[in-house]
C-alpha cells in the first residue's frame, strides 16, 4: 500500500524486543506506544502480546498513515487505531478508559528534544497505574560514558544533525523517573549496542 513504510531496523529489532516485553509487560490492559514510527513493531506486537491490547501513536501525519496501513493488512488481534501524541505535552489523547498499563517507546529518546524525554517520563508517571510498566529501548550512556566506540560515533553524527538530539545518559533519565514516581527496574543488555530500560510505577 501507498502509505505503507518500511524501517529495516524495526525489521531487525523486533524479535529480540518482543522476548523481553513477554518477560516485563503486565497480563491485561493496554500497552501505548509512543513514537509508533512506521508502525511495523505495532503491527507485530499486537498480535503476540493478547490479551494485551496495543495502541501505537505519533506526532506525524505520515506516519499514522504508515501505521494504520500496517494494521489494515493484519488478520486476528490488530492494533487499535493510532493517535496523534507529542510526547513533550502535558496533554495527552489518552482517556481512563484506555486502561493503560504500560508505556512503550523504541528509538526515540536520542532522536527526540529533551524535552520530549522529560514529558515522556512525566506523562508515564502521571498516567501509569501501580506496578505499571515504562520500557524504553536504544542506545543509553551508561554513567554518563558511551558503551561502546559506534554509540560515541552514532552520538556525534546525531548532534551534527540536530544539536538538540543526542544518545542520553541513563543516570539522567533515571533522575526523571524518580521524580515521576518511577523506579528503575532491570536494564537489559541488547544486541547492536542498545538496551531494554524497564521502569515501574511504585
Known amino acids: ?7 529495516p ?12 516485553l513477554r518477560r516485563i509487560l503486565p497480563e491485561s490492559g493496554t500497552v501505548l506506544e509512543i513514537g509508533s514510527g ?10 503476540a502480546l493478547t490479551p494485551l491490547r496495543w495502541l501505537p501513536s505519533d506526532p506525524d ?32 489523547d489518552v482517556r481512563p478508559e484506555d486502561g493503560i ?6 528509538n526515540v529518546m536520542h532522536i527526540s528534544p529533551w524535552a520530549v524525554c522529560q514529558g515522556l517520563v512525566a ?7 501501580t506496578s505499571g510498566v515504562l520500557y524504553l529501548y536504544g542506545p543509553f550512556k551508561r554513567a554518563g560514558q ?9 552520538d556525534a553524527n546525531l548532534q ?14 533515571a533522575t526523571l523517573g524518580e521524580d515521576a514516581g518511577l523506579i528503575l527496574d532491570p536494564v537489559i543488555d541488547m544486541p547492536s549496542n542498545n538496551f531494554s530500560v524497564v521502569f515501574r510505577r511504585l
Open 38 to 47: 512506521t508502525g511495523q513493531h505495532a503491527a507485530a506486537f499486537a498480535s
Open 61 to 92: 501525519p505520515d506516519q499514522r498513515a504508515s501505521i494504520a496501513s500496517w494494521i489494515a493488512e493484519i488478520d486476528g488481534a490488530a492494533p487499535l487505531q493510532p493517535r496523534a501524541i507529542n510526547a513533550a505535552s502535558a496533554d495527552w
Open 123 to 129: 506523562n508515564a508517571g502521571r498516567l501509569l497505574p
Open 146 to 154: 558511551h558503551t561502546a566506540p559506534s554509540n560515541a560515533a552514532f
Open 160 to 173: 551534527a544533525r540536530n544539536p538538540e538530539w543526542g544518545v542520553r545518559n541513563l543516570d539522567d533519565i
Open 101 to 106: 498499563t504500560a508505556i512503550v517507546t523504541v
Open 1 to 7: 500500500m501507498a502509505d505503507r513504510r518500511d524501517a
Open 9 to 20: 531496523a524495526a525489521r531487525r529489532n523486533a524479535s529480540a524486543i518482543l522476548e523481553v
